[in-house]
């Protein structure tokens, strides 16, 4: 049974309404969702309180027998589709320098927060026609690697130096980009090799994903055009370097302690950084509670909980990333947060 406050999580469409806007206004307009997501979602929440609340245990197995959440989360793959088409569509018509550059940041907010962000969802279920949704999102930022590495590697070695994911106290997070978009490339490919060097047969992964991603950026070249493609690209860094600035405030300064020369402690609630700000928990469909999800990373998103001991971002998700990228600052007031329980 439906109830009200479950539409909360309609808002989330605003955002490839207002990347849609963006795309027909032009000009200033093009960075449309972009301004959504990065000035008033921001200036919204330093005015509404976060809420620490969770529901009753029968309510959130009713939200869990409930069809809404998920058809929610599939109803952005044809809408990232449609978006992508009409973004590639806007650069053939060779747009204003101003307004290339505006719809690349657009689309690539889009290709971040409802791509790789409900991917990342999807790719926990364990339906495959679930999971063939979620590297469908993938596949415009070039991320098809994260289903491998997210799953097998970031959520084994969290919070370790072992995790490309977990930036190190006192990493920048340019620095930071760098690191893990190179490191987590290159460990999807080694749990490939482990995976089939243990006897499990078929084929690396990561070869058939490589041949998918060249036919996607192919397909573009010969329908638009080569120069196209490479805005495409472009647009699939933006979203790709989106899910690194989450990574980056997700899990900063958070170590796990060492309890042999292989061996950490189990992941703990104070190993993920959390927000509890309303208007970015429907956004990016509950992300922020992040604590709850690497408890029980089955767990749907619409069921996710607030841990009282996890650690507290100063500012919702996107106002934090916003905040990372002027390191002295950011350095400043998330210091004094790490909790004393982790090794920083």
Same mark, same amino acid.
């Given at each position: 049974?439906?109830?009200?406050?479950?539409?909360?999580y309609?808002?989330? +469409?605003?955002?490839?309404?207002?990347?849609?806007?963006?795309?027909?206004?032009?000009?200033?307009?093009?960075?449309g969702?972009?301004?959504?997501a990065?000035?008033?979602?921001?200036?919204?929440?330093?005015?509404?309180?976060?809420?620490?609340?969770?529901?009753?245990? /029968?309510?959130?197995?009713?939200?869990?027998?409930?069809?809404?959440?998920?058809?929610?989360?599939?109803?952005?793959?044809?809408?990232?589709?449609?978006?992508? +088409?009409i973004? *590639?569509?806007?650069?053939?018509a060779?747009?204003?320098?101003?307004?290339?550059?505006?719809?690349?940041?657009?689309?690539?907010?889009?290709?971040?927060?409802?791509?790789?962000? #409900?991917?990342?969802e999807?790719?926990?279920r364990?339906?495959?026609?679930?999971?063939?949704?979620?590297?469908?999102?993938?596949l415009?930022?070039?991320?098809?690697?994260?289903?491998?590495?997210?799953?097998?590697?970031?959520?084994? +070695?969290?919070?370790?130096?072992r995790?490309?994911? &977990?930036?190190?106290?006192?990493?920048? #997070?340019?620095?930071?980009?760098?690191?893990?978009?190179?490191?987590? +490339?290159?460990?999807?490919?080694?749990?490939?090799?482990?995976?089939?060097? &243990?006897?499990?047969g078929?084929?690396? *992964?990561m070869? =058939?994903?490589?041949?998918?991603?060249?036919?996607?950026?192919?397909i =573009?070249? =010969?329908?638009?055009?080569?120069?196209?493609?490479?805005?495409?690209?472009?647009?699939?860094?933006?979203g790709a370097?989106?899910?690194?600035?989450?990574?980056? =405030?997700?899990h900063?300064?958070?170590l796990?302690?060492?309890?042999?020369?292989?061996?950490? /402690?189990?992941?703990?609630?104070?190993?993920?950084?959390?927000?509890?700000?309303?208007?970015?928990?429907?956004?990016?469909?509950? *992300?922020?509670?992040h604590?709850?999800?690497?408890?029980?990373?089955?767990?749907?998103?619409?069921?996710?909980?607030?841990i009282?001991?996890?650690p507290?971002?100063?500012?919702?998700?996107?106002?934090?990333?916003?905040?990372?990228?002027?390191?002295?600052?950011?350095?400043?007031?998330?210091?004094?947060?790490?909790?004393?329980?982790?090794?920083?």
């Amino acid at each position: 049974m439906l109830r009200f406050k479950d539409l909360k999580y309609l808002l989330a +469409y605003l955002l490839p309404l207002i990347a849609w806007w963006g795309f027909s206004a032009g000009g200033l307009w093009s960075f449309g969702s972009a301004y959504w997501a990065f000035i008033l979602i921001p200036l919204i929440e330093l005015f509404v309180p976060a809420s620490k609340d969770n529901m009753s245990q /029968e309510e959130y197995e009713r939200r869990e027998r409930s069809w809404l959440f998920d058809v929610l989360l599939y109803l952005n793959v044809p809408i990232v589709y449609f978006l992508l +088409y009409i973004y *590639l569509q806007q650069m053939q018509a060779a747009p204003s320098t101003l307004e290339v550059i505006g719809m690349t940041v657009n689309m690539g907010v889009v290709l971040g927060s409802l791509g790789i962000n #409900v991917a990342h969802e999807l790719g926990h279920r364990s339906s495959a026609t679930e999971r063939g949704m979620a590297l469908a999102l993938l596949l415009p930022s070039a991320y098809l690697h994260f289903y491998i590495e997210h799953n097998r590697g970031h959520h084994k +070695y969290v919070a370790t130096e072992r995790d490309p994911a &977990t930036a190190r106290k006192g990493e920048t #997070v340019y620095a930071f980009w760098v690191r893990s978009l190179y490191q987590t +490339y290159m460990h999807a490919w080694s749990l490939e090799r482990q995976r089939l060097q &243990t006897g499990n047969g078929g084929i690396n *992964l990561m070869w =058939i994903y490589s041949v998918i991603q060249i036919a996607y950026w192919a397909i =573009i070249a =010969i329908v638009w055009s080569w120069q196209v493609m490479l805005l495409a690209m472009a647009a699939g860094l933006v979203g790709a370097l989106l899910l690194e600035c989450v990574n980056y =405030i997700e899990h900063y300064g958070l170590l796990r302690h060492k309890v042999s020369e292989h061996r950490y /402690e189990p992941v703990q609630q104070w190993h993920s950084w959390n927000s509890n700000h309303e208007l970015g928990r429907i956004v990016l469909y509950e *992300l922020v509670r992040h604590s709850d999800h690497h408890m029980k990373s089955q767990r749907p998103y619409q069921s996710l909980r607030y841990i009282d001991r996890s650690p507290q971002l100063p500012l919702g998700y996107p106002g934090s990333i916003l905040l990372s990228m002027i390191p002295a600052l950011w350095f400043r007031v998330i210091h004094k947060r790490i909790p004393a329980t982790v090794h920083a």
